[in-house]
Nanobody, 115 residues
Framework: QVQLVESGGGLVQAGDSLRLSCAAS????????MGWYRQALGEERELGAT???????NDADSVKGRFIISRDNAKNTVYLQMNSLKPEDTAVYYC?????????WGQGTQVTVSS
């Protein structure tokens, strides 16, 4: 069993920054990909950014140049630094890991950006 603990969400104003964290613990064998997805109210879940253990990242066009994904492999933690936030970034942000081939999602953290 793997547990994912997310933190860092909140209510901010447009132009502000937030940093999300997701720490994995439990039966961790080999985490290849760690990343963040988001789901706005009434919308489908979509890619935010992912990062593999070898350093390859995949960012959605909507966040390129504003969001920075990073990870601490020793701590099994992935971070999402979100800068220049916009109201359209408002969503529940979900952490996702692929651990030895198995996908696991976090419980989600709410990010709300007011105009």
């Amino acid at each position: 069993q793997v547990q994912l603990v997310e933190s860092g969400g909140g209510l901010v104003q447009a132009g502000d920054s937030l940093r999300l964290s997701c720490a994995a613990s439990g039966h961790i064998f080999s985490i290849n990909t760690m990343g963040w997805y988001r789901q706005a109210l009434g919308e489908e879940r979509e890619l935010g950014a992912t990062l593999t253990s070898s350093g390859n990242s995949n960012d959605a066009d909507s966040v390129k140049g504003r969001f920075i994904i990073s990870r601490d492999n020793a701590k099994n933690t992935v971070y999402l630094q979100m800068n220049s936030l916009k109201p359209e970034d408002t969503a529940v942000y979900y952490c996702k890991i692929i651990n030895f081939g198995a996908t696991q999602w976090g419980q989600g953290t709410q990010v709300t950006v007011s105009s």
